[in-house]
């Protein structure tokens, strides 16, 4: 609380971006609505067709745990009663399954993933960069730890949100700032995605470290 005080104005530019291990999740929770089986079969995403494509780089590997012991979100069935399995959702980068329920597995002729009711401890595999490392390999950029607004559209995958944090220069945290936006597209979003953080955030159902993306919009 103390560090957010007399928060600067950043510079509208192009920066290189650190979702903190607390806001990060909702990056990936927006990949998760965009393979969901209510947008694929109404055909309002912009990930349809992309099973078995790249959508994020080589070292991205995202799966689900529902076995984990003690994880929040772990289940031996979904709210339909269908046993849950651990399974591969994003491997070397590739999309290889969506999250249906049965209903939509239906229409998509397709078979449920037991994902009625969400994933369960969904994980993205983290290296071996803590915090105050990937803020060295960024350099200069931002540091985001609060994102506002609604401004995510899961049809054209444009993103554009509110959000505060901290000036990052030399790896080290300068100051705070605030009142500014980032904006870029999901699909540019996933493909620039630099490292995950070990700093992996587990209070909640998905279990990811900080993110640095290449590049975002930022607006002051």
């Known amino acids: 609380t103390l560090r957010r005080l007399n928060a600067k104005i950043v510079p509208t530019g192009s920066y290189s971006i650190i979702f903190a291990a607390e806001v990060a999740p909702s990056l990936f929770g927006q990949f998760i609505n965009a393979i969901r089986g209510g947008a694929l079969y109404r055909q309002s995403t912009f990930l349809l067709d992309h099973l078995g494509k790249q959508i994020f780089p080589n070292f991205i590997h995202i799966h ?48 449920t993933t037991a994902n009625a009711g969400g994933v369960r401890n969904l994980t993205i595999d983290n290296g071996n960069l803590a915090f105050s490392a990937l803020l060295k390999e960024m350099g200069t950029g931002i540091l985001v730890t609060e994102t506002m607004g609604m401004g995510i559209n899961i049809v054209t995958g444009d993103y554009s949100q509110g959000a505060a944090g901290f000036w990052v220069e030399n790896g080290e945290l300068q100051y705070p700032i605030d009142e500014f936006t980032i904006a870029s597209n999901l699909r ?33």
Do not use: C, H
């Open 64 to 111: 689900e745990q529902p076995y984990l012991l003690k994880g929040l979100g772990s289940a031996s069935f979904d709210a339909e009663g269908v046993a849950t399995q651990a399974r591969d959702i994003v491997r070397d980068g590739v999309l290889q399954a969506y999250v249906l329920d049965s209903y939509s597995a239906r229409k998509l002729n397709m078979a």
């Open 188 to 220: 540019d979003m996933f493909m620039g995605i630099q490292a995950v953080g070990s700093d992996v955030e587990t209070r909640g159902n998905m279990r990811t470290g900080s993110v640095w993306l290449d590049k975002m919009t930022v607006a002051g």
